[in-house]
């Protein structure tokens, strides 16, 4: 009988996933737990809100993107990052994987940002004018906490769609299947609708485009570089 060693894979499920996909699904993991333990803290202190709020802070810039505002919330968002970030992060190398990641979410949400400083701006000249529920306006938007890594992840997606276009993906509702990259543009469609029409409140929209405009801008970048493929960052 031939006894074999090395590498047996034993390590369980997590052992396959790339490390920085599992060390970011573990994190938002630990966040959420933390989250459900003390909500008020954590929220307060680590989800992002507007520059110009008392619960502002410089970290929540980063540190939204590992907030999330219930289970069915993570468990979409970490179950994408799981399907399309492995994938993602074995092509181009755990190193730039992680820059592009925490770059997408930054971009959500600068987008996310600046999209509520405009709400500002016609607030502040609604309520100079003395309408109504202007003043209200303005404080809601102020107390308002932003959460969730969906920003990184649609640029993470967006990636996926770029380096393979033609890949078929399938809808759970409704059941359509489509190339990778029609599907990226029919869901950035109706990301930019819904979130210029608010038909969909409490979601923030303009963060997902963000990441994903931000996710193609780095990719075409390091296409035309030919520093798209970092061999040595391989997992």
């Not at 469609?189 to 990441?211: C, N």
Request: net charge positive; aromatic share 16%; proline share 3%.
């Amino acid at each position: 009988m031939a006894y074999y060693y090395g590498n047996s894979n034993s390590g369980g499920f997590l052992s396959n996933v790339p490390t920085v996909t599992k060390n970011l699904i573990i994190i938002n993991v630990i966040v959420f737990i933390a989250t459900l333990i003390n909500e008020n803290f954590m929220i307060s202190a680590f989800a992002l809100f507007y520059p110009t709020s008392p619960y502002f802070h410089w970290w929540q810039i980063v540190t939204h993107m590992f907030m999330h505002g219930g289970f069915w919330h993570i468990f979409f968002n970490m179950y994408t990052l799981f399907i399309f970030g492995c994938v993602v992060e074995r092509i181009i190398g755990s190193k730039k994987f992680l820059l592009f990641y925490f770059i997408c979410g930054l971009g959500a949400a600068g987008l996310h940002l600046g999209v509520e400083y405009l709400q500002m701006q016609s607030f502040m000249e609604h309520a100079a004018l003395g309408q109504a529920g202007a003043v209200q306006s303005i404080q809601a938007l102020k107390m308002t906490p932003t959460v969730g890594a969906s920003g990184a992840i649609y640029g993470v997606l967006l990636a996926y769609a770029m380096l393979f276009p033609e890949s078929r993906m399938t809808l759970l509702f409704p059941p359509v299947t489509l190339s990778a990259k029609w599907m990226v543009v029919v869901f950035a469609a109706i990301e930019l609708v819904t979130g210029v029409s608010g038909m969909a409140s409490g979601v923030a929209h303009f963060a997902h485009l963000g990441g994903m405009l931000i996710g193609w801008l780095l990719i075409t970048f390091w296409k035309k570089k030919g520093t798209l493929f970092d061999r040595d960052s391989y997992c």
